[in-house]
């Protein structure tokens, strides 16, 4: 008997004229759920304007320079941006196209076939976001903590700004936006939280 026939488990490319074998692309929202997260963690600062005001300072700091934490939460923000910018730049990958650019939010949701450039990016993209993730959940606490314990004395309209990014992020949850509306608003968000954070500057207490 003759060998059973292979499963075809790649194609060729037909973008262009590369000869490159294509493979199946991986998990768009693996990438694009936790890109979100990050922009969340940032978000969360709108909490310590309510829940901040029950602690009672016990004194304890020694947590980096609160000038040096704005700075790095605000680089944060421009790394997200670009983050969602390069998103945005591979709509093969992340929904910009086919039936995966109008699916709602849920895993399991592939583009269609990509070539080893592509797996690459996507790749590249997950390593950086993991990254952003732990930065901006840490700087993010830090903040929090400044303001605590009194480092940072900012005025409620700025809790209420970043308060409107927590929103807009949960609405896309709740509303299971689309891959590509995701993406988009990820951009958006990214933007004015970085407004946020720089205008938040302006409320360091001297000498912290």
Known sequence: MGRPPRPQTAA???DGDSEAETRIAPDPLAVVLPALSA???IASIAAVNWVGQERI???TRGRRKVGLVL???ES???GL???FKRLNRNPRLFAGEGAASASPLKFGVHGPRIDAGLARIYHQLMNDVASMLVLASQNAFDIMAAVEDGEIVA???IYFGFGEQQDRLNKLIQERASLK???ETGLEIANALQALVTDFKKYKVEGT
């Open 39 to 41: 922009l969340a963690a």
């Open 12 to 14: 060729r490319a037909k």
């Open 81 to 83: 941006q670009e983050i």
């Open 76 to 78: 944060c923000c421009l």
């Open 155 to 157: 005025p409620e309209p």
């Open 181 to 183: 509306t995701l993406v």
């Open 57 to 59: 300072p016990d004194g």
């Open 71 to 73: 700075r790095d939460l």
